[in-house]
Structure formats: C-alpha cells, structure tokens
C-alpha cells in the first residue's frame, strides 16, 4: 500500500513563493507516476505537475515557468516549488501515486493513491 505525507503550505502573499513536499512509501515500483493536484471548494481536482521515474515532468499550461516539480535522489520525496504565485492558485494541493507511467491528460483517474494535502493561501 502506497501511503504519501504532505508537508509545506501555508499563506504567502501574491508573487511570493512556497515549497510543498510529498513523502512516499510503501512502493517497490521503478517505472511510476507522481503529481500535484489543487483542488477547490465545488471543483475537480486540477493536475498542476508530474515526474515520473525517469524525471520526466509536464505541467499545466497555467503554471509553466513559474512552479517547479522534482522528486528527491533516494525517490522517495516529491518536492514543488511554487514561485510568482497568484490568488488564483489558492486551494488544497493533494499528492498523488500512479504505476507505470504518466500519461498527458489523464486526471485525477489516473492515480489510485493521494495524500491529505496542505492548504495553499495567496493574498492579492
């Protein structure tokens, strides 16, 4: 069973920057998939960014230059980087664990384990 802990979050003003991280364990997979997720209030789960065991990474057009995906060199923390940050980004941003792979426009379908997620806040 894959479980995955998140820690960062908080509150920051607009154009400022945060770090969420994602400790993952239980998993024995080389080729996996693991992803950022924000969800609001009334809303789906929006894909923000994902790696996958190679360091291949995608993100969502709206976050491309400023937000940065990464995993730890042991793979077992999964770290974004969330720079020039808008009110817009506001909401709770979930971890989440797939195998084998990633797949560009798949959703929140795609992956069967998610963490709690911290609460992102930005101030205008």
């Known amino acids: 069973q894959v479980q995955l802990v998140e820690s960062g979050g908080g509150s920051v003003q607009a154009g400022g920057s945060l770090r969420l991280s994602c400790v993952a364990s239980?998993?024995?997979?080389?080729?996996?998939?693991m992803a950022w997720f924000r969800q609001t209030p009334g809303n789906e789960r929006e894909e923000v960014a994902s790696?996958?065991?190679?360091?291949?990474?995608i993100y969502a057009d709206s976050v491309k230059g400023r937000f940065t995906i990464s995993k730890s060199n042991d793979r077992d923390t999964l770290y974004l980087q969330m720079s020039s940050l808008k009110p817009e980004a506001r909401g709770t941003y979930l971890c989440?664990?797939?195998?084998?792979?990633?797949?560009?426009?798949?959703?929140?379908?795609?992956?069967?384990?998610w963490g709690q997620g911290p609460q992102v806040l930005v101030s205008s």
């Open positions: 790696i996958d065991g190679d360091g291949a990474t």
């Open positions: 989440a664990f797939s195998h084998p792979s990633c797949a560009v426009g798949a959703g929140q379908g795609l992956y069967p384990y």
């Open positions: 239980g998993y024995r997979y080389s080729r996996y998939c």
